[in-house]
């Protein structure tokens, strides 16, 4: 019954650093995202994918790389990590179907990423 | 432009007090989804409830309900009868269908609701 497993939990990273949070679901998903949470802010979308080999920006992309080569995989890179990416990010999938607009996002339970 | 907000940034009660959360939305689309969740302590955010554009009808789940009213743009989470239990933040998100390729959510701020005992 794992749902959505994203690991690390926890990281610290030194600025420049790059590193990748791994994101995977077992519910046979076509639709997977990634956010941040950042204090008063709510969570806001960084990337997202409607299917295999097809990723898309969200409304805070810069700094960040997605590929999904896999269903049930949906990684995020730190391609060179800045203390403003110190974050809790969250991955989350959905059925993807339609109406998307629909679809009852399931959450992972976040990694919380601190940059130096 | 779409935009949820959740003006109450911290609430505090005492167990077994009634309290409503609030949630205001823009959005221009005609159809569109309001949701709640609920992050605990522990940091997972579960889902609690859906609703579309087309269905006012109020909600209840035993202590929870949901007042949706779209002349005032607002989708309200009450909870009767806190409990410790019940602490949390909450977010409220919003999804609509046009121009929408992934079923994206956009929240609000957050609540977060402490009840002492």
């Known amino acids: 019954n794992a749902g959505v497993t994203q690991t690390p939990k926890f990281q610290v990273l030194k600025t420049g650093q790059s590193m990748t949070l791994q994101c995977a679901q077992d519910?046979?998903?076509?639709?997977m995202s990634w956010y941040r949470q950042d204090p008063g802010m709510g969570l806001r979308l960084i990337h997202y994918?409607?299917?295999?080999?097809?990723?898309d920006q969200g409304e805070v992309p810069n700094g960040y790389n997605v590929s999904r080569s896999t269903t049930e995989d949906f990684p995020l890179r730190l391609l060179s990590a800045a203390p403003s990416q110190t974050s809790v990010y969250f991955c989350?999938?959905?059925?993807?179907?339609?109406?998307?607009?629909?679809?009852?996002?399931?959450f992972g339970a976040g990694t919380r990423l601190s940059v130096l | 432009a779409q935009k949820v907000t959740q003006a109450q940034t911290e609430i505090s009660v005492v167990e077994k007090e009634d309290v409503t959360l609030d949630c205001v939305y823009e959005?221009?689309?005609?159809?569109?989804?309001l949701f709640w969740y609920k992050q605990p302590p522990s940091g997972e955010l579960v889902f609690l409830i859906r609703?579309?554009?087309?269905?006012?009808q109020n909600e209840i789940s035993g202590r929870y309900s949901w007042n949706f009213q779209k002349s005032t743009s607002s989708f309200n989470f009450t909870i009767t009868a806190s409990q410790v239990v019940d602490s949390a933040v909450y977010f409220c998100?919003?999804?609509?269908?046009?121009?929408?390729?992934?079923?994206?959510?956009?929240f609000g701020q957050g609540t977060e609701l402490s009840v002492k005992p």
């Open positions: 989350a999938s959905s059925p993807g179907t339609y109406p998307l607009a629909k679809n009852i996002q399931y």
């Open positions: 519910m046979n998903h076509e639709y």
């Open positions: 994918s409607v299917g295999a080999g097809i990723t």
């Open positions: 959005t221009r689309d005609t159809t569109y989804y």
């Open positions: 609703r579309n554009s087309f269905d006012e």
């Open positions: 998100a919003l999804s609509e269908e046009r121009d929408n390729q992934g079923g994206k959510l956009i």
